[in-house]
T-cell receptor, first 112, second 112 residues
Framework: DVKVTQSSRYLVKRTGEKVFLECVQD?????MFWYRQDPGLGLRLIYF???????EKGDIPEGYSVSREKKERFSLILESASTNQTSMYLC???????????FGSGTRLTVV | EDQVTQSPEALRLQEGESSSLNCSYT??????LFWYRQDPGKGPEFLFT???AGEEKEKERLKATLTKKESFLHITAPKPEDSATYLC?????????????FGGGTRVLVKP
């Protein structure tokens, strides 16, 4: 069964901490994505990557960075966590072409 | 700018009461419209992809249809286990890296 695995289901971090969210896929997909999901705002794209070491900004990249050193792994980094980054973070992957995503289970991050 | 709007925001149904969810879109060149189901606290799960107007897809009690401006997700004789948030997303011809734009979702509650 194909999978996108996010390393943590729940995280609580303090304001100002550097936070790493990890995502691994086992489908050899070229594309990987990080979204955040908030009530009333839906899913918003933070960053995506279409190849190793390649990254593109999404709609809300401010306060975030990403790393993709290997094809199967895509990391989201919160350089200095703030309370407005409290959210559900969803990782997804897809192959090339007009295909849908496979999502991970999500990481619910709370910044206090 | 590509826009995806889902309606209604929430839908309460009695078990067996059929209904339809709407996803209207304004995009420059559609390359695919996607439906997902999301259970509370989990990542979205892929349901259907539609590529061209007139296309229909079915899965159990769900049927998705597509026109040039909107898509419908019909739920026939729903059961309580159909309760979830249903998300619609589009991919356009100019979207880099298979990027999808999501609507806000419709929360469906089916009461026994």
């Amino acid at each position: 069964d194909v999978k996108v695995t996010q390393s943590s289901r729940y995280l609580v971090k303090r304001t100002g901490e550097k936070v790493f969210l990890e995502c691994v896929q086992d489908m050899d997909h070229e594309n990987m994505f990080w979204y955040r999901q908030d009530p009333g705002l839906g899913l918003r794209l933070i960053y995506f990557s279409y190849d190793v070491k390649m990254k593109e900004k999404g709609d809300i990249p401010e306060g975030y960075s990403v790393s993709r050193e290997k094809k199967e792994r895509f990391s989201l980094i919160l350089e200095s966590a703030s309370t407005n980054q409290t959210s559900m973070y969803l990782c997804a992957s897809s192959t090339q072409g007009a295909y849908g995503y496979t999502f991970g289970s999500g990481t619910r991050l709370t910044v206090v | 700018e590509d826009q995806v709007t889902q309606s209604p925001e929430a839908l309460r149904l009695q078990e067996g009461e059929s209904s339809s969810l709407n996803c209207s879109y304004t995009v420059s060149g559609l390359r695919g419209l996607f439906w997902y189901r999301q259970d509370p606290g989990k990542g979205p799960e892929f349901l259907f992809t539609l590529y061209s107007a007139g296309e229909e897809k079915e899965k159990e009690r769900l049927k998705a249809t597509l026109t040039k401006k909107e898509s419908f997700l019909h739920i026939t004789a729903p059961k309580p286990e159909d309760s979830a948030t249903y998300l619609c997303a589009v991919r356009t011809v100019k979207a880099a890296g298979n990027k999808l734009t999501f609507g806000g979702g419709t929360r469906v509650l089916v009461k026994p």
